[in-house]
């Protein structure tokens, strides 16, 4: 078992950057690749950015490309999704999953996940 738990979501003003933490505890963490989804009301699971099992491979979803950057820090079991220039349609609740295959961690068949953190942008 992984178990996952995101901080760092907030209120923020339109323009405004927030780095958001996936810690991970249990099983060994650089065996697990890692990704961000959102989900904001009414709406369906998003997959956002996904890195590889040693932060050498990351992989953006277009609609946050150039935005978003995924990391993760091994030696502290935590992942990483800095998000720059933030909208209001950012508004969401964000999550962060894991899975042995990186083909499985960027759908929402992952095996593990967070409760979510909450973020909202004020235009």
């Known amino acids: 078992q992984v178990q996952l738990v995101e901080s760092g979501g907030g209120l923020v003003q339109a323009g405004d950057s927030l780095r958001l933490s996936c810690t991970a505890s249990g099983r060994t963490f650089s065996n697990y690749a890692v990704a961000w989804f959102r989900q904001a009301p009414g709406k369906e699971r998003e997959f956002l950015c996904a890195v590889s099992w040693s932060g050498g491979h990351t992989y953006d979803a277009d609609s946050v490309k150039g935005r978003f950057t995924i990391s993760r820090d091994n030696a502290e079991n935590t992942a990483y999704l800095q998000m720059n220039s933030l909208k209001p349609e950012d508004t969401a609740i964000y999550y962060c999953?894991?899975?042995?295959?990186?083909?499985?961690?960027?759908?929402?068949?992952?095996?593990?996940w967070g409760q979510g953190t909450q973020v909202t942008v004020s235009s």
């Open positions: 999953a894991a899975d042995e295959a990186y083909a499985v961690v960027v759908t929402t068949m992952a095996t593990y």
